[in-house]
């Protein structure tokens, strides 16, 4: 576990400042060659922090869904966007994440004063905002974020896992793992494979 100190002095810059509604922002499912992209915002009160809350990706999928209720409940505002992939085929992942981030800031019902978000750059905001390159491992709302996105996708995978049987996504939850790598081979895509991504991969495994 990371010390209050560490995981909220980002947001305590900014309250410093006088900024009150601090919105942390991530996104799951960048990568995968199925289903969509899950981007999160959350808000907390000045000063509240728990202590377990972590990057998802160093956390098991119980400490996962242990947490997530925790941090909806205690949250001032939570909320998602998700973009499926017709969309992410459309306009690039890159933009279908960035929409996803603007749907989730839309939903939250509170306006934030600032964005904390995970990564490098964004795009298209008229709120104020900072972007934190491994903002999930540094920042405590924007790690809350990413297990609310994290959880909310890989719920949207095991659906899907029932839909469409065969290529593991309750397992995989669309990555290019070989299990599912080989159950494209052997199945062909499935309507939520992202074309645009496949292609490459299914050539990969012909040559």
Same mark, same amino acid.
């Given at each position: 576990?990371?010390?209050?100190?560490?995981?909220?002095?980002?947001?305590?810059?900014?309250?410093?400042?006088?900024?009150?509604?601090?919105?942390?922002?991530?996104?799951?499912?960048?990568?995968?060659?199925?289903?969509?992209?899950?981007?999160?915002?959350?808000?907390?009160?000045?000063?509240?922090?728990?202590?377990?809350?972590?990057?998802?990706?160093?956390?098991?999928?119980?400490?996962?869904?242990?947490?997530?209720?925790?941090?909806?409940?205690? +949250?001032?505002?939570?909320?998602?966007? %998700?973009? @499926? =992939?017709?969309? *992410? &085929?459309?306009?690039?992942?890159?933009? /279908?994440?960035?929409?996803?981030?603007?749907? +989730?800031?839309?939903?939250?019902?509170? %306006?934030? @004063? =600032?964005?904390? *978000? &995970?990564?490098?750059?964004?795009?298209? /905001?008229?709120?104020?905002?900072?972007?934190?390159?491994?903002?999930?491992?540094?920042?405590?709302?924007?790690?809350?974020?990413?297990?609310?996105?994290?959880?909310?996708?890989?719920?949207?995978?095991?659906?899907?896992?029932?839909?469409?049987?065969?290529?593991?996504?309750?397992?995989?939850?669309?990555?290019?793992?070989?299990?599912?790598?080989?159950?494209?081979?052997?199945?062909?895509?499935?309507?939520?494979?992202?074309?645009?991504?496949?292609?490459?991969?299914?050539?990969?495994?012909?040559?």
């Amino acid at each position: 576990m990371r010390p209050r100190r560490y995981m909220l002095r980002h947001e305590r810059k900014l309250w410093s400042r006088g900024i009150q509604h601090i919105a942390g922002i991530d996104e799951a499912g960048r990568g995968p060659l199925a289903g969509p992209v899950v981007a999160a915002a959350v808000i907390f009160p000045a000063d509240f922090f728990i202590p377990e809350v972590n990057d998802s990706k160093l956390l098991t999928s119980a400490e996962r869904e242990e947490l997530y209720p925790r941090i909806v409940e205690s +949250a001032l505002a939570s909320a998602v966007g %998700t973009v @499926d =992939h017709e969309t *992410i &085929d459309r306009i690039n992942i890159l933009n /279908a994440t960035y929409k996803a981030m603007h749907d +989730a800031v839309s939903h939250l019902g509170i %306006t934030p @004063d =600032h964005l904390l *978000i &995970d990564g490098n750059r964004f795009d298209g /905001a008229d709120i104020p905002f900072t972007t934190i390159i491994d903002g999930d491992a540094i920042s405590f709302c924007v790690a809350a974020a990413s297990i609310i996105a994290k959880v909310t996708r890989d719920q949207i995978m095991l659906e899907f896992d029932r839909v469409f049987p065969g290529y593991g996504f309750a397992h995989n939850k669309g990555y290019a793992t070989r299990e599912h790598r080989e159950a494209i081979y052997r199945l062909g895509y499935c309507e939520i494979h992202r074309r645009s991504f496949s292609i490459n991969m299914q050539m990969e495994l012909e040559f």
